[in-house]
């Protein structure tokens, strides 16, 4: 039987700094939210992901910490027409900049192009990589703008 690693909390500064990268294909049943959006089904499903980290310069001599992620799976749900089983294949693919502090982030988020994070130590990728699929799931089904 196949034992299952964790999605590592990193620490995104040093993550970026180093320019590291980790993949996993996680089974679907170890993302609570995203269970119950396809209501136990699937549970064997794999989400496969990706996460790159990169330290910048920007134009002004300051250092900007990156995080890119992709993360790619099929989602069993039910069609609203027909009610039958539908599979909706989600793909992410996004940058997060982050910043040093959580007001930071929230004043910058607007106006930015990119995502902006706070940065942290302690970095749950794990709700990361459910975030961002769920977000993705319920811009392809019309549920989200944009």
Known sequence: MKQELPTP???????AQAASSLSGA???SKYER???????????????WHAQGEFRTDEL???????HLT???SLPLTCQRCLGPVDIAVSVNRS???????EAA???DEDAEEDVLALSPDFNLSELIEDEVL????MRLGLLEG
Do not use: H
């Not at 995203?34 to 496969?48: A, C, I, N, W, Y």
């Not at 001599?61 to 995080?67: T, Y």
């Open 96 to 102: 997060f900049r982050f910043v040093g502090s959580e």
């Open 106 to 108: 929230e004043a910058q």
């Open 34 to 48: 995203l269970m119950e959006e396809v209501k136990g089904l699937g549970s064997d499903r794999t989400l496969t």
């Open 61 to 67: 001599g300051a250092d900007q910490v990156w995080l």
């Open 71 to 73: 993360a790619e799976v």
């Open 26 to 28: 996680d089974s679907l």
């Open 9 to 15: 909390r990193i620490d995104v500064k040093a993550f």
């Open 135 to 138: 977000m993705d799931e319920a």
